[in-house]
């Protein structure tokens, strides 16, 4: 039997890049075309000898694959996407791909939320890996521990149970093709589900914060009765999410008949801080459930924010059928993930870090965390915020008016106004003399590295490559050191 040749349209995104890669584990031949290529999917997606077109020329229709596999970033008008109409050629979205291929032979632990998605399911992973159950899993960053963003492991093991082996996946809400506009996790049959936050994003495909509830509610009547629903009870979105109705029994996390930590500080500074970023020694708590502590935890990570997203991981691991003690454990030798406050490289006491925050909660919550944990060690060093607004929503600008107010913490703030029709600095004329604005890519650099000085950390906040920013900072920051 021919080997399936599967062509993915948008190969280089987190998603279909990691689609990829499992399929290409699972021995069906891939290829791919995008316009925009970066690590650390190109680099990838190199490595498993998967080839890549530039492009979306409509002269691919030639390769003629068994199916073509659509991403979102395929949309009416360009070339491919009318030759394949045209030619009633076979098309299926990367979520319907997977869930009818791949997730089909698995028990699926899916991750949703507005922010923390990728951070907590990297915690969940590592967590069932540590426990001995290989699981699968496609993850929009990379976890240091595991070194790529997907993984196919053997269908059957796991817990040995006949149902399957563990597939991690982290559940997105936005749309899944230009031909199927509903969210992409409602492809995601989820035998444990956690809902870890939601308020308003994705402005080009959502009106208002009401219409994601829909969304999310949608995939809660989807869940089997069997199953098991992870809910952050301190979010009042997803509380009206749940008052809808649903079939799948809930255990909720920050709640006192349910998943908690010990000491928890409501006015601590919320971060994303992985173990890459080296500032500070781990953070110790007791998780409790039902009000009995059930397991310590000395996490990488610090701040309510990431105690939030190792709470729903452990409370996801346990449902699963992970000891409680044996989850809290192993988050100790968690490692973080890729562009989750990395360290890209230091000149002269000068540290270069990378952030994938783009929207305002989280471009504050990691600036906030920053600060925090460099007066917790002693480290009184300015932070220099460097914004990319890339992400669709910011694009619009409907979040530019919360702009400075998440950024109010930052000693000096850098923006990037290259492709965004709002000004973007009048967006952060509060901040007054701290903010710098530049339409110029080298401009900009050139203005950071000029006001930078010893003890600093620029703190490159973006969901794309940026233009390859961290290099050309650290370049530049070694050219200055050398005069």
């Excluded at 949309?75 to 030759?83: D, I, K, N, Q, Y």
């Amino acid at each position: 039997m021919a080997t399936m040749h599967l062509h993915i349209i948008g190969i280089c995104g987190t998603f279909m890049g990691g689609l990829a890669q499992i399929a290409r584990a699972r021995g069906f031949r891939v290829t791919g075309c995008d316009a925009n290529v970066y690590p650390p999917m190109s680099t990838q997606l190199e490595r498993a000898g998967i080839e890549l077109i530039e492009g979306f020329s409509a002269d691919q229709i030639r390769l003629a694959p068994d199916v073509w596999v659509v991403g979102n970033v395929a949309t009416r008008g360009l070339p491919l996407v009318e030759a394949l109409l045209n030619q009633r050629a076979r098309i299926v979205s990367g979520p319907q791909w997977l869930a009818e291929n791949i997730l089909n032979a698995h028990r699926v632990l899916a991750v949703a939320g507005t922010h923390g998605k990728t951070t907590t399911s990297s915690i969940l992973a590592w967590c069932l890996e540590d426990a001995g159950l290989s699981p699968s899993f496609l993850i929009g960053g990379v976890p240091e521990n595991f070194g790529v963003s997907a993984r196919l492991q053997r269908p059957g093991a796991g817990l040995g149970d006949p149902r399957g082996a563990p597939f991690v996946i982290e559940a997105d809400e936005y749309d899944t093709a230009f031909f199927d506009k509903r969210s992409k996790f409602l492809h995601y049959r989820a035998e444990v589900a956690v809902m870890n936050n939601l308020e308003f994003d994705h402005a080009d495909i959502f009106s208002d914060l009401a219409a994601i509830e829909t969304q999310f509610y949608h995939w809660v009547r989807t869940l089997p009765a069997e199953g098991r629903l992870i809910v952050n009870a301190s979010e009042p979105a997803l509380g009206r999410v749940m008052s809808r109705g649903h079939y799948t029994s809930v255990d909720y996390f920050h709640h006192e008949e349910g998943w908690s930590v010990a000491s928890p500080c409501a006015s601590e500074a919320v971060s994303l801080l992985g173990t890459s970023s080296a500032l500070s020694p781990l953070d110790s708590f007791e998780i409790l459930h039902k009000g009995r502590v059930v397991g310590s935890v000395s996490s990488p990570m610090h701040g309510a924010h990431s105690r939030s997203n190792v709470l729903a991981a452990v409370a996801a691991a346990v449902a699963f059928g992970v000891p409680a003690e044996q989850a809290c454990a192993s988050i100790a030798r968690f490692q973080g993930v890729q562009r989750r406050m990395q360290l890209r490289g230091e000149i002269d006491g000068i540290q270069v870090l990378d952030d994938f925050a783009h929207h305002p909660t989280a471009i504050a919550t990691t600036v906030e965390g920053l600060k925090r944990q460099q007066q917790r060690s002693g480290d009184f060093g300015r932070v220099l915020a460097v914004i990319e607004p890339r992400s669709n929503t910011m694009k619009l600008g409907v979040m530019s008016a919360r702009l400075a107010e998440s950024l109010r913490e930052a000693d000096l703030v850098f923006g990037f106004a290259g492709g965004i029709e709002w000004d973007l600095g009048k967006a952060l004329s509060p901040l007054q003399s701290r903010a710098f604005v530049h339409q110029d890519l080298n401009d900009l650099v050139r203005s950071i590295v000029a006001q930078a000085r010893v003890g600093d950390r620029i703190l490159v906040m973006s969901n794309g490559g940026f233009g390859g920013i961290h290099e050309k900072l650290l370049a530049a920051l070694r050219t200055k050191s050398s005069h």
